[in-house]
């Protein structure tokens, strides 16, 4: 491989960027395609299937074989509040191919007793999430009730473009918030991206119910790349 295209793959490596190495089959030129890029026609069309479900293979466009090797940051999920949904969602997120995080500054509730195995933060999110900011591949799920801990890693999956975006509350509970996070600056269309009520409509009661609706809800924007909002 040309030693330029191995140092621009291991950059998007290191930077969580989501890039594709194209390799023709017959004379084996090879050339990187970065997520967003603008790549017309059949290769367009199979970049972006490839893209969106992770998977390499050889297809065949402008008349040439190539093979698509993906390469996809894995993807996060950001838990904001040590409580009874996330005690069940961690090892069912964890379970499915998700690297978790809580992130809860209340000490009370964020215990290694309550979340034995888990990758648990009991502190501020701005802080927390310091060393490891919200991407474009991080789902983030905010479930404490509380404005002064959800509202922050809220925004910043907002800006950061987070391919899910969920809130726990009801109806009521996110028109407060709505108002908040358009006094911060967000536009309609950015705080139209998060799925408030969170999770599938399933009819979920117990924690347990609703983790289930939270981690369908997070894998369909995942593979699907659909705003689970529905806007």
């Known amino acids: 491989m040309d030693p330029n295209l191995l140092k621009a793959l291991n950059a998007a490596r290191r930077d969580r960027q989501a890039a594709i190495l194209v390799t023709a089959l017959e004379g084996g030129k ?4 970065m997520k967003g890029d603008a790549v017309e026609g059949e290769l367009g ?3 972006g299937k490839a893209f969106s479900t992770g998977k390499s293979g050889v297809v065949e466009a402008g008349g040439e074989r190539l093979f698509l090797n993906v390469h ?34 209340r000490t ?3 215990t ?6 888990v990758d648990l933060v009991a502190d501020w999110p701005e802080d927390a999430l310091r060393d490891r900011p919200i991407d474009a591949f991080t789902a983030l799920v905010a479930v404490t009730h509380d404005p002064k801990i959800d509202d922050w890693p809220l925004i910043s999956a907002l800006k950061a473009r987070a391919f899910y975006v969920g809130a726990l509350g009801s109806r ?12 911060a600056g967000l536009s309609t269309d950015e ?18 119910e609703i983790a289930v ?14 705003n689970p909002a529905g806007g």
């Open 72 to 105: 996809l940051p894995s993807p996060r999920m950001v838990i904001i509040g040590a409580v009874h949904i996330s005690q069940a969602l961690a090892p069912m997120a964890a379970m499915t191919g998700f690297d978790v995080r809580v992130i809860d500054p």
């Open 112 to 117: 290694e007793d309550r979340f034995s195995g």
């Open 213 to 226: 609706a939270v981690l369908a809800q997070a894998v369909a924007a995942l593979r699907q790349r659909t």
């Open 45 to 47: 069309d199979a970049v």
């Open 30 to 33: 090879t050339w990187l395609v």
């Open 108 to 110: 009370a509730f964020a």
């Open 191 to 208: 705080i139209n991206r998060i799925a408030a009520p969170i999770g599938l409509d399933i009819g979920a009661q117990s924690p347990e």
């Open 172 to 183: 009521k509970t996110h028109a407060r918030r709505v108002e908040r996070l358009m006094q």
